[in-house]
């Protein structure tokens, strides 16, 4: 976390959409609801952002005026392009909560439009998102987790959602020991 930016010209080239998110698969349909990338604002915290790509990628950093330049930018690429930036310190244990960071984005997102909501719990199979394996990964249980917790009560299944719950709590106390024993400011 001590690399620091060079100018704007050395930063990473925007993001293809479809290798960075983009819309998810389930029951043999295409979702773009589910996109990261969707500009549908959404309040977190008392603060408006424009999406969840640009809620996760301010939470990286320490610096509240970067977090606020990213918070101020409504293009999904520009924001991921600002989340590479190593001239702002991340925040320590980003390693740590970045799938709740994600999962929180993702939530109030859901919750917030009913349209979009009413998408995501009508679905019913294994959520598929694309990108970087890792995001691929676990954007399609945060999708999955958000639904089970949307759902009505007698609609919700327990199974699953207990199986995501434990999983998320894995991750977590996985990379937490991972910090601890590194020393390192992860």
Known sequence: HTHT?????????????EAMGGPCY???????????FLVCEMKINGKTWPSCESYFQAMKFKDKDYREEIRREEDGNKCWVLGQSRKYKI??????????VMYCANKAKFEQHSKLKEVLISTKGGIEAVGFPFW???????????????????SRNQKVLKKLLEEFEEYKKTHREKCKESKSSC
């Open 91 to 100: 925040v320590p244990n980003w390693e740590e909560i970045k799938v709740q």
């Open 5 to 17: 930016q060079g100018p704007p010209s050395q930063l990473p080239p925007p993001p293809n959409p």
């Open 136 to 154: 691929a990964y676990w954007n399609g249980r945060i999708l999955e987790r958000i639904r089970e917790e949307l759902r009505s009560p007698e």
């Open 26 to 36: 389930c029951d043999g349909k295409t979702y773009h609801e589910m996109d990261n």
